[in-house]
Structures are given as structure tokens and as C-alpha cells.
């Protein structure tokens, strides 16, 4: 059944185009450093906010008016899956990404949600045969169901524990039926609203353990997709041990999993753990550690995630140069973990939303692509550390300095002199790239 058919196909039409369903800049044939945008730029349509939300907050019943949503049940399960691969087709996405309870609901019983799985799981494969839009990943929910209210893998319950590590089991096992690329382990609940009540260091070797079975299991089904862990600080849960890469990171190298795991980062996360899009990406990236990303921006008033589309060009020149610079995303991809606007309910706004989005990253990949072509970031950085080229600074890089010999030389100074950050200037030389970047 067509659900979208008073939608046509959306195509490249170019900057000067006025037809609101199409692309102006993300032309998925165009090459941008010798691949084309469509291969470097890998979008994926979260299955979650564009099928199952219904647009509810804390303080209103849900706006959205979605044709499949005459349906309840498994029927409707079903009905969101022939919706979907319609969208993917006129979108002309490679890729989509869901939790388990995204595309089938949740039996009385594990085993019946496991039997509803399998027969969407069945209905999918089916449908992707003859379709070009792939699984980037898929994950379960271990959060929402009211018995994660004290966490998954770091519930103080072991029956949860158990239930949680059977999702997971059954998520690795679709994820490879339908050839996932990656999978996500994202936190959802592990975490802590209080220490006056919580073993820390109990739920941390829990959730390591729980880890490495995951791990283990992949290898004994020989699952091969690349194992993501997506960060965040806070939501539900007061302080989440997943807060930021950096926190991340710490967790994988004492649970000897970093050699198992990268980042799945969002943006809207970053912000609310006080940091930038982009500076998670680059500690990701000098890590190795980067994988793919949930393309969003969070709202600059509110401190909550938001999940809007991406349409900060700023935001996007800068994590593109991160992805750019970390020679693209590997098996990732740019996976648009991002939600319409309450007000914006209609099924047309999905493609509106997409296609701002597609759009903004695609100004993002030229302009990086441009500034990386011309070496303005890396000739500034290279200038500024230039005091590390040569005399002591070159035997400190080369660790043949001791505090004896920094010493030595600091006694020698008659004056240190430091040079201007002119940090206003690479900002206005960005701007210069953005604004030029199509004049032509």
C-alpha cells in the first residue's frame, strides 16, 4: 500500500531551485575529493522519530497525522514498514537505522516479542532485496520498559540484567540477518540518579562484563558489524557513565574493550555535555575512535535533548572537516537522529526535515573540503606549535628534554614572548568560506 504517494521522488535541482522538495546542494552523484557525496556522506533515516514518533512532550498528547497510524498492533508494525521503504525510495537514502521496539511491538512475554520480531524482521529482509537503502545499524531498547527504571546492564537486579543481555542477544542476531554495519549500544539507563543508594563501581564491572558477552556473542555468530557506543551526560538518568567520549573512552581502555568499540556521537549530546559537535568528534578522531554520527543540533535555549534537524551551517562545516579529516566514517554514516517540530505534523515535513538537513551537511562537506584543500585550519595550527620544530621544543616532542635541561634553558630566557590566538580572524576566514563557497 502507498502511504506517501502524492510525493514524488526528491532530486537535485541546484541552489537556484524554489521547489521546496528538492535538494539545493546535496547532489548524491557530485564528487567532493574524489568521492561522491552520496559515498561519503551515508545518510541514514532513523526508523524511531520518522515512523513511530507521534510529536508528544511533557505538556501535550502527540500532533503528528501519519496515514499508517490507522492501525494498531502488528498491523500496524507491518504498515510502518511499507511506509518506510516508500520514503527511503523517494528520499534516495542509502541507509536506516531502529531499535527493536521501533518496528515491533513488545509481547506479554520475551518470547512473544521475539516471535513479533521475527516476523517484521522477515518482512524487511524481503523488502530490501529491492531496495538500495541498507541497515546502517540497529540497537534494542533497554530503557524505556518500566522494568529498566534502575538500568540494563548496570541494574542493581540480575533477573533485568538477564533480560537486557536477551534483547541484546536477539538484536545481534537481526542485526546480522539483515547485514548491519555497525551495532549501538547506546546507555539509555546506565547510570545513577544518586550514590546514597548505588554500588558504582558494582554497576561499572557489570556493564564491562555485560560488554565483553556482547562481544563475544557477535564473534560466536560471526557478526561482524563495527560495535558503537553513543555518549551521552544526562537524560533519564542524572549522570550517565556514558557522559562523553572522553568518559567513554576511559570505560573502554579499563574493561580492555577499545579494541571492540568506537563512537556513535550526536550532537545534540555534545552540547549537553558542555562541549561542541565538533570537539567530540576530534577527540574521537585522535583517538581512533570515531565511527559514525547521529546528525542533529539541540535547541540554544533549552537544556534538553531537542533532536532537531541539522540546519546550522556552521556546525556542519566544522564536524564535516572532523569527518574529513578522519579520512570519512568507515562503516558509519550520518544517521538523522532528529524529530519535526510539534507544529510541523503533516507527512510533507518529513521530506522538508530531511531535506534541510541533507542540505546543511552537504554545504558543510564542500566548505571543509575546501578549507582542507587549501590548508587554512592546518597551516594556523602548524604556526602556532611552530616553537615545537626546532631547539628545545623539538626535544621535547622527541623526549630527549628532562627538568634538568628545561631548566637550564628557562634560566637562559631574558623574555618569553607569545603570539596572538587571532582567533577572531580564522573566524572570519571561515565565514569567507561559507559565503563564497557556491557564489560561483
Same mark, same amino acid.
Given at each position: 500500500?502507498?502511504?506517501?504517494?502524492?510525493?514524488?521522488?526528491?532530486?537535485?535541482?541546484?541552489?537556484?531551485?524554489?521547489?521546496?522538495?528538492?535538494?539545493?546542494?546535496?547532489?548524491?552523484?557530485?564528487?567532493?575529493?574524489?568521492?561522491?557525496?552520496?559515498?561519503?556522506?551515508?545518510?541514514?533515516?532513523?526508523?524511531?522519530?520518522?515512523?513511530?514518533?507521534?510529536?508528544?512532550?511533557?505538556?501535550?498528547?502527540?500532533?503528528?497525522?501519519?496515514?499508517?497510524?490507522?492501525?494498531?498492533?502488528?498491523?500496524?508494525?507491518?504498515?510502518?514498514? @511499507? !511506509?518506510? =521503504?516508500?520514503?527511503?525510495? /523517494?528520499?534516495?537514502? *542509502?541507509?536506516?537505522?531502529?531499535? %527493536?521496539? &521501533?518496528? #515491533?511491538?513488545?509481547?506479554?512475554?520475551?518470547?512473544?516479542?521475539?516471535?513479533?520480531?521475527?516476523?517484521?524482521?522477515?518482512?524487511?529482509?524481503?523488502?530490501?532485496?529491492?531496495?538500495?537503502?541498507?541497515?546502517?545499524?540497529?540497537?534494542?531498547?533497554?530503557?524505556?520498559?518500566?522494568?529498566?527504571?534502575?538500568?540494563?546492564?548496570?541494574?542493581?537486579?540480575?533477573?533485568?540484567?538477564?533480560?537486557?543481555?536477551?534483547?541484546?542477544?536477539?538484536?545481534?542476531?537481526?542485526?546480522?540477518?539483515?547485514?548491519?554495519?555497525?551495532?549501538?549500544?547506546?546507555?539509555?539507563?546506565?547510570?545513577?540518579?544518586?550514590?546514597?543508594?548505588?554500588?558504582?563501581?558494582?554497576?561499572?564491572?557489570?556493564?564491562?562484563?555485560?560488554?565483553?558477552?556482547?562481544?563475544?556473542?557477535?564473534?560466536?555468530?560471526?557478526? @561482524? !558489524?563495527? =560495535?558503537?557506543?553513543?555518549? /551521552?551526560?544526562?537524560? *533519564?538518568?542524572?549522570?550517565?557513565? %556514558?557522559? &562523553?567520549? #572522553?568518559?567513554?573512552?576511559?570505560?573502554?581502555?579499563?574493561?580492555?574493550?577499545?579494541?571492540?568499540?568506537?563512537?556513535?556521537?550526536?550532537?545534540?549530546?555534545?552540547?549537553?555535555?558542555?562541549?561542541?559537535?565538533?570537539?567530540?568528534?576530534?577527540?574521537?578522531?585522535?583517538?581512533?575512535?570515531?565511527?559514525?554520527?547521529?546528525?542533529?543540533?539541540?535547541?540554544?535555549?533549552?537544556?534538553?535533548?531537542?533532536?532537531?534537524?541539522?540546519?546550522?551551517?556552521?556546525?556542519?562545516?566544522?564536524?564535516?572537516?572532523?569527518?574529513?579529516?578522519?579520512?570519512?566514517?568507515?562503516?558509519?554514516?550520518?544517521?538523522?537522529?532528529?524529530?519535526?517540530?510539534?507544529?510541523?505534523?503533516?507527512?510533507?515535513?518529513?521530506?522538508?526535515?530531511?531535506?534541510?538537513?541533507?542540505?546543511?551537511?552537504?554545504?558543510?562537506?564542500?566548505?571543509?573540503?575546501?578549507?582542507?584543500?587549501?590548508?587554512?585550519?592546518?597551516?594556523?595550527?602548524?604556526?602556532?606549535?611552530?616553537?615545537?620544530?626546532?631547539?628545545?621544543?623539538?626535544?621535547?616532542?622527541?623526549?630527549?628534554?628532562?627538568?634538568?635541561?628545561?631548566?637550564?634553558?628557562?634560566?637562559?630566557?631574558?623574555?618569553?614572548?607569545?603570539?596572538?590566538?587571532?582567533?577572531?580572524?580564522?573566524?572570519?576566514?571561515?565565514?569567507?568560506?561559507?559565503?563564497?563557497?557556491?557564489?560561483?
Amino acid at each position: 500500500m502507498a502511504y506517501l504517494k502524492e510525493m514524488n521522488k526528491i532530486t537535485y535541482e541546484g541552489p537556484k531551485s524554489t521547489n521546496p522538495l528538492a535538494f539545493k546542494f546535496y547532489n548524491p552523484d557530485e564528487k567532493v575529493g574524489g568521492k561522491t557525496m552520496e559515498e561519503i556522506l551515508r545518510f541514514g533515516v532513523a526508523y524511531w522519530h520518522t515512523f513511530t514518533e507521534d510529536l508528544t512532550d511533557p505538556f501535550g498528547a502527540g500532533t503528528a497525522i501519519r496515514p499508517w497510524d490507522t492501525y494498531k498492533g502488528m498491523d500496524l508494525a507491518k504498515a510502518r514498514v @511499507e !511506509a518506510a =521503504f516508500e520514503f527511503f525510495e /523517494k528520499l534516495n537514502v *542509502p541507509y536506516f537505522c531502529f531499535h %527493536d521496539v &521501533d518496528i #515491533a511491538p513488545e509481547g506479554d512475554t520475551l518470547a512473544e516479542s521475539n516471535r513479533n520480531l521475527d516476523t517484521i524482521v522477515a518482512m524487511i529482509k524481503e523488502y530490501m532485496k529491492d531496495s538500495k537503502t541498507k541497515l546502517l545499524w540497529n540497537t534494542v531498547n533497554n530503557f524505556t520498559h518500566p522494568r529498566f527504571v534502575h538500568g540494563a546492564g548496570s541494574s542493581n537486579n540480575a533477573d533485568v540484567f538477564a533480560y537486557a543481555a536477551a534483547k541484546v542477544k536477539k538484536g545481534l542476531e537481526i542485526g546480522k540477518e539483515l547485514g548491519a554495519e555497525n551495532y549501538v549500544f547506546w546507555g539509555g539507563r546506565e547510570g545513577y540518579e544518586t550514590l546514597l543508594n548505588t554500588d558504582m563501581k558494582l554497576e561499572l564491572d557489570n556493564l564491562g562484563r555485560f560488554f565483553h558477552m556482547a562481544v563475544d556473542y557477535a564473534k560466536e555468530i560471526a557478526f @561482524e !558489524a563495527q =560495535f558503537l557506543i553513543e555518549p /551521552k551526560p544526562k537524560e *533519564p538518568t542524572s549522570h550517565q557513565y %556514558d557522559f &562523553d567520549v #572522553a568518559s567513554g573512552y576511559a570505560f573502554l581502555q579499563n574493561y580492555d574493550l577499545q579494541d571492540h568499540f568506537k563512537f556513535n556521537i550526536e550532537a545534540n549530546h555534545a552540547t549537553l555535555a558542555g562541549h561542541t559537535f565538533e570537539h567530540e568528534l576530534h577527540y574521537a578522531r585522535i583517538h581512533n575512535m570515531l565511527g559514525s554520527v547521529d546528525a542533529n543540533q539541540g535547541h540554544p535555549l533549552l537544556g534538553w535533548d531537542t533532536d532537531e534537524f541539522p540546519t546550522d551551517l556552521y556546525s556542519t562545516t566544522l564536524a564535516m572537516y572532523e569527518i574529513l579529516k578522519n579520512g570519512g566514517l568507515g562503516r558509519g554514516g550520518l544517521n538523522f537522529d532528529a524529530k519535526v517540530r510539534r507544529g510541523s505534523f503533516v507527512p510533507e515535513d518529513l521530506f522538508h526535515a530531511h531535506i534541510a538537513g541533507m542540505d546543511s551537511f552537504a554545504v558543510g562537506l564542500k566548505v571543509a573540503q575546501r578549507l582542507i584543500d587549501d590548508k587554512v585550519l592546518e597551516n594556523v595550527v602548524e604556526d602556532r606549535y611552530s616553537s615545537y620544530k626546532e631547539g628545545i621544543g623539538r626535544d621535547i616532542v622527541e623526549g630527549k628534554a628532562d627538568f634538568h635541561k628545561l631548566e637550564e634553558h628557562a634560566l637562559g630566557l631574558k623574555e618569553i614572548r607569545n603570539e596572538s590566538g587571532k582567533l577572531e580572524r580564522i573566524k572570519a576566514i571561515i565565514n569567507q568560506y561559507l559565503l563564497t563557497a557556491f557564489a560561483e
